[in-house]
């Protein structure tokens, strides 16, 4: 990890970069752009305060599209609930549609479960941890 004492003109130029990696699609263009090798580039990303910006840029984003996907699913679940209530819907229509939301539903059983173990091992590892 680079330790590195900022200075206004470095830290401008570090939050234009931090810019850069969240527009472009490429290192090699950010580094295109800020006029510095793709080395530079990846050394800069190393940075705490570069790296810690951009991985919250990217856990923000993340969380976006999270929120926007549980909106969705709502209304798909919703959507597919009235295809499979819907007694003017062909019969293939609404097994298939009834066939759809039992699968998602055993999905989020087994990962719910999942979790479910995997804190309790968790738990059980620590618990080891400390009588040692």
Request: charged fraction near 35%; charge should be neutral.
């Given at each position: 990890?680079?330790?590195?004492?900022?200075?206004?003109?470095?830290?401008?130029?570090?939050?234009?970069?931090?810019?850069?990696?969240?527009?472009?699609?490429?290192?090699?263009?950010?580094?295109?752009?800020?006029?510095?090798?793709?080395?530079?580039?990846?050394?800069?990303?190393?940075?705490?305060?570069?790296?810690?910006?951009?991985?919250?840029?990217?856990?923000?984003?993340?969380?976006?599209?999270?929120?926007?996907?549980?909106?969705?699913?709502?209304?798909?679940?919703?959507?597919?609930?009235?295809i499979?209530?819907?007694?003017?819907?062909?019969?293939?229509?609404?097994?298939?549609a009834?066939?759809?939301?039992?699968?998602?539903?055993?999905?989020?059983?087994?990962?719910?479960?999942?979790?479910?173990?995997?804190?309790?091992?968790?738990?059980?590892?620590?618990?080891?941890?400390?009588?040692?």
């Amino acid at each position: 990890m680079l330790d590195v004492q900022m200075d206004d003109a470095l830290k401008r130029q570090l939050d234009d970069f931090i810019q850069l990696l969240i527009q472009y699609p490429s290192m090699k263009a950010v580094a295109l752009s800020m006029k510095v090798s793709e080395r530079t580039a990846y050394k800069w990303l190393k940075i705490p305060y570069v790296r810690d910006a951009y991985e919250a840029y990217k856990k923000a984003q993340f969380q976006e599209s999270m929120d926007i996907l549980k909106r969705l699913a709502s209304k798909s679940i919703e959507t597919l609930e009235e295809i499979m209530l819907d007694k003017e819907q062909k019969g293939f229509v609404r097994v298939q549609a009834a066939s759809i939301l039992l699968d998602k539903a055993i999905d989020v059983h087994k990962f719910v479960v999942t979790n479910e173990h995997e804190d309790r091992l968790i738990a059980l590892e620590e618990k080891i941890v400390k009588s040692v």
